[in-house]
């Protein structure tokens, strides 16, 4: 049975191995909270023979049973990366394969409605099917174990064979097989493997039309389908999610759950890189946004998306401005820049990839507000050739783009570098190009100065503040040394000096803000990255916020529209200030210290924050708060808005998002 209107029935395949306990939860908690219903997954001949093997089987049948509909899928040999490799040679008595089955059946047979025969020959196209003993055995193998499982109340589906499937199906239909088979399984990778492909349409057309010739009501399963993000296009994933859940076909199972770490590979030296990425969550666990929309509403909510329309190659007919590209322009701070150019009736397009959880708000937000002023691009600044594309149509380039978190660069400083050093390197050779590139405004961080180890500190009260009387009055200035520290300090850091390097070499027009603290709506802070955010959700929700080291640090904070002030700012007087760096923050009158800024929310919330407590962390800064005045003698610029009022800003807008949401929720399941 197909699911709504008309669409399949929505599976997941994922193949488990003997001692992945905590995997299955995890992907059992994944399959509930994105509406899949189903799962396909592998027994192995090899782990049924393993110590343990049994005892694995015993726990896992019924523990995925107990949450979704199981498919078998019995097999000898290892069916894709990641499966290790067959420890124990498999039978070729083809009753042994039937006696496999109908031990499973057996034991577990409760467990599942219908089983699948996945034992294919390598190339079985190339065999003489008249001659060749191992193909009359395969096809006695899977015909002798169809029938078994048919007579033992199972329904049966036939293992596809990849791009030849129509073939393949004739094939096993000319043996007799296609007697036994409930449906016919087939597999298709559009967009990563599939190098001819003319559409699920044509492709299950050819298998149907097969079927009617031989007489057979076998339903057509799409038992394998998924799109590799190799190259970090998640909304070419969508699209091809959206395509084959427009398919004809029964069901559908997707690949995968999770990406595959190298190391979990059997051949990772010799491996495809393609087949490490298909999955809904990469493989440090965050997730894809693919499987953030199925989250949000299942496959709904991946078929109705407002922003993911192709609005990103050519502006609408009525928009005669060329657009001000923001990249990362659907996070917290492009959008409240876009939100400023597009009232002012600039078209903007934002570059996003929509990797930070809620972004997607943002993008949805922009497009309702302004409609067709806004462009929304889902790509990735390491696609060097999406991003030359919208950088050459653009009249500016505000480069927001980044990966922030320290933690996260701890943990994968080869993402850290790609994202952050090679992206923004990726936008300088496209503009390098041009005759008259467009200006370019970079976002740096006070990272690139280090923990300040060399600035002397001393304690006023619950307070750090510096020894040195001109920085403690005026803040860190441009002439502070560089000290890059941790893998973050040093991406940024190299952006930093590339953006500054090609102003100077090759004339770029360009700007470097070496940024502060900056808050205000539209920010969902998380512990890394939007503290201040991050402190007054928490505080909502009643959650415990960790300090790491003290709570005496120092900050100033920035609010977004001051510094969306300063940004177009740089833009307008781009000749008078390309090729130079500012430091950009609240500056000396907009401080606090993290036990101050709790005591505040406190006051706001009606009840202090919980705080726990942490070690300091790499390059954490114990004092930092920015001397802006070389912007503000180019330019004028000072900030607007104080502190205490941009907080109450912000608490009164994630308080209004917040009921918002909820109001949005309630409706939805009403």
Same mark, same amino acid.
């Given at each position: 049975?197909?699911?709504?209107?008309?669409?399949?029935?929505?599976?997941?395949?994922?193949?488990?191995?003997?001692?992945?306990?905590?995997?299955?939860?995890?992907?059992?908690?994944?399959?509930?909270?994105?509406?899949?219903?189903?799962?396909?997954?592998?027994?192995?001949?090899?782990?049924?023979?393993?110590?343990?093997?049994?005892?694995?089987?015993?726990?896992?049948?019924?523990?995925?049973?107990?949450?979704?509909?199981?498919?078998?899928?019995?097999?000898?040999?290892?069916?894709?990366?990641?499966?290790?490799?067959?420890?124990?040679?498999?039978?070729?008595?083809?009753?042994?394969?039937?006696d496999f089955l109908d031990v499973f059946i057996?034991?577990?047979?409760?467990?599942?409605?219908?089983?699948?025969?996945?034992?294919?020959?390598?190339?079985?196209?190339?065999?003489?099917?008249?001659?060749?003993?191992?193909?009359?055995?395969?096809?006695?193998?899977?015909?002798?174990?169809?029938?078994?499982?048919?007579?033992?109340?199972?329904?049966?589906?036939?293992?596809?064979?990849?791009?030849?499937?129509?073939?393949?199906?004739?094939?096993?239909?000319?043996?007799?097989?296609?007697?036994?088979?409930?449906?016919?399984?087939?597999?298709?990778?559009?967009?990563?493997?599939?190098?001819?492909?003319?559409?699920?349409?044509?492709?299950?057309?050819?298998?149907?039309?097969?079927?009617?010739?031989?007489?057979?009501?076998?339903?057509?399963?799409?038992?394998?389908?998924?799109?590799?993000?190799?190259?970090?296009?998640?909304?070419?994933?969508?699209?091809?999610?959206?395509?084959?859940?427009?398919?004809?076909?029964?069901?559908?199972?997707?690949?995968?759950?999770?990406?595959?770490?190298?190391?979990?590979?059997?051949?990772?030296?010799?491996?495809?890189?393609?087949?490490?990425?298909?999955?809904?969550?990469?493989?440090?666990?965050?997730?894809?946004?693919?499987?953030?929309l199925l989250r949000q509403g299942g496959v709904?909510?991946?078929?109705?998306?407002?922003?993911?329309?192709?609005?990103?190659?050519?502006?609408?007919?009525?928009?005669?401005?060329?657009?001000?590209?923001?990249?990362?322009?659907? %996070?917290? *701070?492009?959008?409240?820049? /876009?939100? !400023?150019?597009? #009232?002012?009736?600039? =078209? &903007?397009?934002?570059?996003?990839?929509?990797?930070?959880?809620?972004?997607?708000?943002?993008?949805?937000?922009?497009?309702?507000?302004?409609?067709?002023?806004?462009?929304?691009?889902?790509?990735?600044?390491?696609?060097?050739?999406?991003?030359?594309?919208?950088?050459?149509?653009?009249?500016?380039?505000?480069?927001?783009?980044?990966?922030?978190?320290?933690?996260?660069?701890?943990?994968?400083?080869?993402?850290?570098?790609?994202?952050?050093?090679? %992206?923004? *390197?990726?936008?300088?050779? /496209?503009? !390098?190009?041009? #005759?008259?590139?467009? =200006? &370019?405004?970079?976002?740096?961080?006070?990272?690139?100065?280090?923990?300040?180890?060399?600035?002397?500190?001393?304690?006023?009260?619950?307070?750090?503040?510096?020894?040195?009387?001109?920085?403690?009055?005026?803040?860190?200035?441009?002439?502070?040394?560089?000290?890059?520290?941790?893998?973050?300090?040093?991406?940024?850091?190299?952006?930093?000096?590339?953006?500054?390097?090609?102003?100077?070499?090759?004339?770029?027009?360009?700007?470097?803000?070496?940024?502060?603290?900056?808050?205000?709506?539209?920010?969902?802070?998380?512990?890394?990255?939007?503290? &201040?955010?991050?402190?007054?959700?928490?505080?909502?929700?009643?959650?415990?916020?960790?300090?790491?080291?003290?709570?005496?640090?120092?900050?100033?904070?920035?609010?977004?529209?001051?510094?969306?002030?300063?940004?177009?700012?740089?833009?307008?007087?781009?000749?008078?200030?390309?090729?130079?760096?500012?430091?950009?923050?609240?500056?000396?009158?907009?401080?606090?210290?993290?036990?101050?800024?709790?005591?505040?929310?406190?006051?706001?919330?009606?009840?202090?924050?919980?705080?726990?407590?942490?070690?300091?962390?790499?390059?954490?800064?114990?004092?930092?708060?920015?001397?802006?005045?070389?912007?503000?003698?180019?330019?004028?610029?000072k900030p607007k808005v104080g502190m205490r009022?941009?907080?109450?800003?912000?608490?009164?807008?994630?308080?209004?998002?917040?009921?918002?949401?909820?109001?949005?929720?309630?409706?939805?399941?009403?």
């Amino acid at each position: 049975m197909s699911g709504p209107a008309n669409r399949p029935v929505f599976g997941v395949l994922e193949w488990l191995r003997p001692g992945e306990e905590e995997r299955v939860e995890q992907l059992l908690g994944d399959l509930k909270a994105i509406g899949a219903t189903e799962l396909r997954t592998g027994i192995s001949w090899a782990d049924w023979h393993t110590a343990g093997g049994q005892d694995w089987y015993a726990w896992l049948l019924p523990r995925l049973a107990s949450e979704v509909n199981v498919l078998p899928c019995f097999h000898y040999t290892p069916p894709t990366l990641g499966i290790a490799p067959n420890i124990c040679s498999p039978p070729r008595d083809p009753k042994q394969y039937a006696d496999f089955l109908d031990v499973f059946i057996t034991r577990f047979g409760e467990h599942f409605e219908w089983v699948e025969l996945w034992n294919k020959p390598k190339n079985p196209l190339e065999w003489d099917t008249t001659l060749d003993p191992n193909w009359l055995i395969f096809c006695e193998m899977v015909g002798g174990a169809a029938h078994w499982a048919q007579k033992r109340g199972k329904k049966t589906v036939l293992g596809a064979s990849g791009p030849m499937d129509a073939q393949w199906v004739g094939l096993m239909c000319d043996r007799g097989v296609l007697q036994y088979i409930d449906a016919v399984g087939i597999h298709g990778f559009p967009g990563t493997f599939e190098f001819w492909w003319d559409g699920w349409n044509a492709k299950i057309a050819r298998v149907r039309n097969v079927l009617l010739q031989h007489g057979s009501k076998a339903e057509i399963w799409i038992t394998e389908t998924g799109y590799s993000t190799w190259r970090h296009d998640e909304r070419a994933q969508i699209a091809a999610f959206t395509n084959v859940m427009a398919a004809p076909a029964e069901r559908v199972y997707w690949y995968a759950a999770h990406d595959i770490e190298p190391a979990q590979a059997m051949d990772a030296v010799c491996a495809d890189e393609r087949e490490f990425h298909f999955g809904l969550r990469r493989a440090d666990g965050s997730e894809k946004l693919l499987m953030r929309l199925l989250r949000q509403g299942g496959v709904e909510a991946v078929n109705h998306p407002p922003w993911l329309g192709d609005k990103a190659k050519s502006n609408p007919s009525t928009i005669k401005k060329p657009p001000v590209m923001i990249t990362g322009g659907s %996070g917290f *701070l492009g959008c409240n820049l /876009a939100h !400023r150019l597009c #009232s002012e009736g600039q =078209p &903007v397009l934002l570059f996003d990839n929509l990797s930070r959880a809620g972004v997607e708000q943002n993008a949805a937000w922009l497009r309702e507000t302004y409609g067709d002023l806004v462009q929304v691009q889902v790509a990735d600044i390491r696609d060097a050739q999406a991003l030359g594309e919208a950088a050459q149509r653009s009249s500016a380039v505000f480069h927001l783009a980044a990966q922030v978190a320290v933690t996260s660069s701890l943990t994968a400083p080869i993402n850290d570098f790609e994202i952050n050093a090679r %992206g923004t *390197l990726n936008l300088l050779e /496209a503009l !390098r190009g041009m #005759s008259s590139p467009p =200006p &370019v405004v970079f976002n740096s961080t006070n990272k690139v100065y280090g923990s300040l180890d060399d600035v002397a500190l001393r304690l006023n009260g619950a307070r750090y503040e510096p020894d040195d009387e001109q920085i403690r009055d005026n803040g860190i200035g441009e002439n502070q040394p560089l000290d890059f520290y941790s893998p973050y300090g040093c991406s940024k850091g190299a952006a930093d000096q590339y953006i500054l390097d090609y102003a100077r070499t090759f004339g770029l027009p360009a700007v470097v803000f070496r940024m502060s603290c900056i808050y205000g709506p539209h920010q969902f802070g998380t512990e890394d990255q939007g503290w &201040v955010a991050h402190f007054l959700i928490q505080a909502m929700n009643k959650r415990s916020i960790t300090l790491y080291g003290d709570g005496k640090q120092v900050r100033d904070v920035l609010f977004v529209e001051d510094l969306v002030d300063a940004l177009l700012l740089a833009r307008k007087n781009i000749r008078t200030l390309s090729g130079q760096v500012f430091n950009l923050g609240g500056g000396p009158q907009n401080t606090t210290c993290l036990l101050e800024l709790l005591d505040w929310i406190g006051e706001l919330d009606g009840e202090k924050p919980r705080v726990s407590w942490g070690n300091w962390r790499p390059g954490d800064q114990r004092y930092y708060v920015s001397n802006f005045s070389k912007f503000q003698t180019a330019t004028g610029w000072k900030p607007k808005v104080g502190m205490r009022e941009g907080v109450e800003r912000l608490h009164a807008w994630l308080r209004e998002f917040r009921s918002a949401n909820a109001a949005r929720e309630a409706l939805a399941t009403a």
